[in-house]
């Protein structure tokens, strides 16, 4: 196995070799031209949002800026939108499903080092994929760590730093995250804390 296949087999690699710090560099270029694109120009933006992402759905939408290391190991579904300072570090899979939406200043991080020095100072790292289902709501300055799954209908409150597997229709929040509780149905006709919505929503 050269470097890249060990990368993403999730087996410890060193990230300079066999090509892998052209990929990142290519990314990064790309990543660059997104970011210096004028807001108000959607199709340039969502036509390099496409060819940045290994795979999208037909309507995706990522403010500026983006920061990812390869990009096309970030899988997201129809309907997806970011918001300002996305960072993804792709060194494995993320596949993120339809509906979902990422607050501000969201990191998804997939890469990680050894815990001894002695190994971690070798230059060996790894990454773990993370997989986040269908109607997920991230709120703004969460960390998402390797090999984490976020279940369908999930919502992460703001800050948290998620280390831990998020069941389905979970509300979680802290550092680190932990499931506050379950999101019914009784949920649904209130838009926040304890409003209720004053408009017909369905």
Known sequence: MNMKERMLAGLPYKAWLDGLSEERTACKVLCHKYNQ??????????ELAKKILGSCGKKVYIEQPIKFDYGKNIHVGENFFSNYNFTVLDVAKVTIGDNCFIAPNVAIYTA???????????GYEYGIPITIGDNVWIGGNVVICPGVTIGDGVVIGAGSVVTKDIPD???????????????????????????????EII
């Open 169 to 199: 229709y979970s509300l979680a929040a802290g550092n680190p995250c932990k499931v506050i509780r379950k999101i019914t149905e009784d949920d649904r006709e209130y838009y926040y804390k304890d409003r209720k919505f004053d408009v």
């Open 112 to 122: 990680g080092h050894p815990l001894h020095h002695e190994s971690r100072n070798t």
């Open 37 to 46: 694109i004028s807001p108000d120009k959607y199709d340039e933006l969502e």
